[in-house]
């Protein structure tokens, strides 16, 4: 953890899922404070939407219509950047959405697409991005959640499928910084329940409309968390005073934290029926927003 990163202003940074929630909030942080950025995603009007507005304000965007799962769709994404801005010095895997829902309840289907984008998605950006950033000396930064560590009930494949980014992420950090010595910085983002539209975006297989469970924190805190991961090599950063405590408990006292989760069963539902069930886990959302909407709002 040696080497320097360049300040924000002096870097190219690609950042995915970046049509909505954390994505969206990062690359208005991040072009806003000088960097050039690749927004990438599949929802094609809010991107080019999202790109003139960041231009107009004397930024430096550009936007990849991309689906995270399909590796030559990421191979894209990194080829536009390298072809507008000649390098990339930070790469943000942020694509990701859950499935609300019961284990036993959601389809194999579901689950395996939940992971194509969740877990392959990630794989496929880091393994991409990893030649340019060890080109430039630069940042991988990688979207897990408090539940990398812990878990939440009604979201058990999202829980697993960060998991699976954290064991990912470590194990890629150890070949590549501490093996190879190679000059990058690997940063694991855990923050905890954001106020973004993840609900809203997520499949549902419940009666109700879901929701997060509270505290919430601003997707800002988390893009500025982000924006210093890029800036200053970092091995993980948990945003939120809930992701330390969750993640310190299932690690000091598992039993006890798996009873404090099973209570956020009930809490991760309005009084309402579901108003988009499908989500966006086959289509682009199209949202456009950082932030979430609550309930009872049509």
Known sequence: MSHSLKPIDQQVMVI????????????????????????????EDVLNQVVADINADGGDAICVIADVSDRSQVENIARTAIDRYGRIDTWVNDAGLSIYGRL??????DHRRLFDINFWGVVNGSLVA?????????????????????????????????????????????EIEEVDKSPISITLI????????????????????PKLPTPQIDPFKVANAILDAATNPTHDIKVGMMSKLNTAMEKLMPTL???????????????????NP????????????VHGTGGHVK
């Open 104 to 109: 036993h309840e959601v389809s194999d289907e």
């Open 190 to 209: 855990q923050p905890t329940a954001v106020n973004t539209p993840f609900p809203q975006n997520a499949k549902n297989y419940m009666q109700h409309e």
């Open 278 to 289: 499908d989500g966006a886990l086959y289509r682009p959302s199209a949202s456009g927003r």
């Open 130 to 174: 990893l030649p340019h950033l060890i080109k430039s000396g630069g940042a991988l930064i990688n979207l897990g959640s408090e539940v990398s560590d812990a878990v939440v009930p009604l979201q058990g494949m999202y829980s697993a499928s960060k998991h699976a980014v954290k064991g990912f992420t470590d194990a890629l950090r150890v």
């Open 257 to 275: 934290a798996e009873k404090m989760s099973a209570r956020q069963a009930s809490r991760q539902q309005y009084d309402e029926p579901p108003r």
């Open 16 to 43: 995915t899922g970046a049509s909505s929630g954390i994505g969206l909030a990062t690359a208005k942080a991040a072009a806003a404070q000088g960097a050039r950025v690749v927004l990438a995603a599949r929802s």
